[in-house]
């Protein structure tokens, strides 16, 4: 994301754009990426405990590890984080051509569902992109609708993929596992989910953050003129030479 900050005012697409707005909006949809970054890492944290857990007691006795519901609230989160970047992204999107009131109305799913129906032309270059990416945001919307708007039927245990117990298929207590992308559609209730696919959130939380970075970075380095950094993998330690006494030095070391 560092490409999203590195970019500078005399970016001919972003030119439009208020300085302070730009940098703002740029700010947020970096943070909102590492936000999704962060819940995705979590995740597999809980999971992976989860899974060592499991292993730690005998084969005879079955396992309902109440882990299992902190992962649930890891995914939501990320998911969360990733549909409001790329609300983020097509407001900045819009605001190159569009007053900062009508960006703002620009609703990402209506505008969408007109250009796939070609209905109505583009008001927002970026929504071309985001139809190329299509099938992950539809996943990612729909299941982040169904999970934030609706709720996930309080389920606390983590199972391993691989147990066979009667506890892992039972949707009652099993908290990893997902309703068919299918039956989450169009705003259904909770009553009206199916699991016939028995997918778990593992299947889809790594690709739904992955699908986040690829969008961003397609509109920032195709439309915005962003460019990649140097190097991509810092640290994330930032280094202030204050100088022996206290002051202010010129420099700093970013690693």
């Not at 039972?170 to 039956?183: E, F, T």
């Amino acid at each position: 994301m560092l490409r999203l900050l590195e970019m500078t005012e005399d970016v001919p697409a972003l030119s439009k754009v208020p300085r302070d707005e730009r940098d703002g909006c740029l700010s947020s949809i970096a943070l909102l990426v590492t936000e999704a970054r962060y819940h995705r890492l979590k995740f597999e944290w809980i999971v992976a405990t989860g899974e060592a857990r499991s292993t730690l007691i005998p084969s005879r006795y079955e396992v309902r590890d109440t882990v299992g519901r902190y992962a649930v609230f890891e995914a939501v989160a990320l998911l969360s984080a990733a549909r409001s970047a790329v609300d983020e992204t097509i407001y900045l999107g819009a605001r190159r051509t569009m007053s900062e009131d009508a960006a703002g109305k620009v609703n990402v799913t209506e505008a969408l569902s007109k250009r796939r129906n070609r209905g109505t032309p583009d008001v927002v270059a970026e929504l071309e992109i985001l139809e190329k990416h299509g099938t992950w945001f539809d996943e990612l919307n729909d299941y982040r609708n169904a999970f934030v708007h609706r709720t996930m039927q309080e389920r606390f245990s983590y199972y391993s993929p691989a147990a066979k117990w009667a506890g892992a298929s039972d949707l009652a207590a099993n908290a990893m596992l997902i309703p068919d992308h299918a039956s989450v559609r169009s705003k259904a209730r909770r009553h009206r989910w199916t699991f016939n696919d028995r997918r778990r959130l593992e299947e889809i939380v790594r690709p739904l953050e992955t699908g986040l970075f690829d969008f961003v970075d397609d509109v920032g380095t195709m439309l915005w003129g962003g460019t990649k950094p140097v190097d991509p993998h810092r640290s994330g330690i930032l280094i202030i030479d204050h100088g022996e006494n206290g002051g202010d030095a010129p420099g700093r070391i970013d690693i």
